[in-house]
């Protein structure tokens, strides 16, 4: 069988393309199952389309049989869109991540999807695979209704009378350490860009890799959705996170290296460890960041040493509100302001650069816990301050509130974006005007500083790239009508 794994990435005003760890991970389950014949289609850095993909598959007589597509809520209806070209062509489509997680009769409605993957999905698309290929169900035919694929966890099909069925979940993989490694040989990895252009300048060739060392989160923010990797940690042993590390730089030149777990430092005994581990490997020779926000109760100044005696440059963190009741009773972060004073410390004595994430329009916001947020991101002052409107995701309590009690603003999933300059929702007393305003004030405060301008100014990607810096200034100030003159 001839697969395709697709990633319906769009291209957003962030110039920033990561590669898609989802899909090196099922691509490498696949392999290691004896499906050689795999194809990775990325569309945040690929130049033609999936369409044209199958076409010229089809023109060499080749045709892909199975076109997976994975995608999380904003680009919903781009994989809806990818499915349909790939159903014209004759191909069995499948398809998962965390918006089908969540909502998977939504997409089992449409013509266009055969099967839907809920949950962990690399030994779930093995045994779909199994089943079709033993099963007496043409791979080119326009439906899959094999009775056999009642047997397969956490997916969603029809059956020969067309109705759709949604067998029992999969639960979660407890042995993380014998998932095969992402196929990562089949990324054009040289039209990726290194991980944070904003403060490292853009290069849009880096050799920039990402890694998950662990999944799942079992801490309860109301925006957080966890569909996918759940609410149980499960860290990879520091054995195997080497193994993939000393591949990525020996066998793979990686320039840089992203560690993308929702909590990688939640075992901190772990995580001192591995960092041991890369610094007794010789591995610090390629810098690293961490890409989320780490936990703040689960750091301490050893850490932050070990790391940047590791090789890391950055480290981020999810400061979220600066009032107290929100951030608590209402976000429900496990965290206190001091243990957030302290990890920010803490990080600049080991000589790391430090990243805050800072969410605007939470319920029972009010003007005077919004300025208190920009006033805590002040304080803190770090290297990189990411703004972030709340956007009210599919199967988070923040959705089911605003359901309940508020009015959401699109019923568009590729409105959802947390990028966004614009209020999803209203609820209470909390306008959406007053979001925007407060969240470009954020904007302003914190970047327009004397400091700021000076820092940007000596950066030569801010001259190279002047036309895209100007674009992103003009919209974090102005806002969406800016953005639109700028296109």
């Known amino acids: 069988m001839r697969i395709l794994l697709v990633s319906p990435e769009s291209k957003v005003w962030n110039s920033r393309a990561h590669l898609h760890n989802g899909l090196g991970y ?15 289609h ?3 850095v690929e130049d033609i389309s999936v369409a044209q993909v199958l076409d010229n598959a089809i023109a060499d007589k080749r045709p892909y049989d199975i076109v997976g597509i994975s995608a999380p809520t904003v680009l919903i209806e781009n994989a809806w869109a990818a499915a349909s070209e790939a159903k014209a062509r004759g191909a069995i489509t499948i398809l998962g991540g965390p918006h089908l997680t969540l909502q998977p009769d939504e997409s089992m409605q449409k013509t266009e999807v055969d099967l839907v993957v809920r949950g962990e999905g690399e030994s779930a698309i093995v045994e779909i695979l199994r089943v079709l290929e033993q099963s007496t169900v043409d791979s080119r035919q326009s439906t899959v209704n094999s009775e056999q694929l009642k047997n397969i966890l956490g997916l969603s099909w029809r059956d020969s009378n067309g109705k759709v069925q949604h067998n029992l979940d999969r639960p979660l993989r407890p042995d993380v350490d014998n998932i095969p490694l992402p196929a990562y040989h089949l990324f054009k990895i040289e039209r990726y860009t290194n991980l944070q252009p904003l403060t490292d300048g853009l290069d849009p060739h880096a050799r920039a890799y990402t890694i998950v060392t662990s999944r799942g989160c079992p801490y309860k923010c109301i925006y957080c959705s966890k569909p996918i990797t759940g609410d149980t940690w499960r860290g990879r042993s520091v054995e195997n996170v080497v193994k993939e590390w000393r591949m990525l730089v020996k066998d793979f030149h990686a320039t840089e290296i992203g560690v993308t777990d929702d909590i990688w430092n939640l075992d901190m005994k772990r995580a001192k460890d591995l960092c041991r581990a890369i610094i007794a490997e010789g591995l610090n020779t390629v810098p690293w960041v961490t890409v989320h926000g780490m ?3 689960h750091t301490d100044l050893e850490l932050f040493q070990l790391m940047k005696a590791a090789g890391c440059k950055r480290v981020g963190f999810g400061v979220e509100n600066g009032d107290e009741y929100i951030l608590k009773r209402v976000i429900k972060k496990s965290q206190t302001f001091d243990q957030v004073r302290a990890a920010f410390k803490n990080a600049r004595n080991a000589k790391l650069q430090t990243m805050g994430f800072f969410i605007f329009g939470m319920p029972q916001e009010t003007e005077a816990t919004m300025e208190k947020t920009i006033r805590l991101a002040l304080e803190l002052d770090p290297d990189l301050a990411h703004f972030m409107i709340a956007a009210p995701y599919p199967g988070t309590e923040l959705w089911k509130l605003v359901e309940k009690e508020g009015i959401l603003f699109s019923h568009n999933w590729d409105d959802y974006a ?30 327009l500083r004397p400091s700021r301008i000076a820092r940007r100014l000596m950066m030569a990607d801010t001259w190279r790239n002047l036309p895209r810096r100007i674009q992103d200034v003009r919209r974090v100030m102005m806002g969406s009508k ?4 700028a296109h």
């Open 42 to 44: 990325d569309g945040a």
């Open 482 to 485: 800016a953005k639109q003159g």
């Open 418 to 447: 947390i990028q966004a300059d614009k209020a999803h929702f209203q609820i209470g007393d909390l306008t959406a005007e007053l979001v925007e305003r407060k969240w470009h004030e954020a904007n302003r405060r914190f970047f």
């Open 295 to 297: 936990k703040v109760n």
């Open 26 to 40: 099922l691509a490498g389950s696949l392999l290691a199952n004896g499906y050689t014949d795999v194809t990775l």
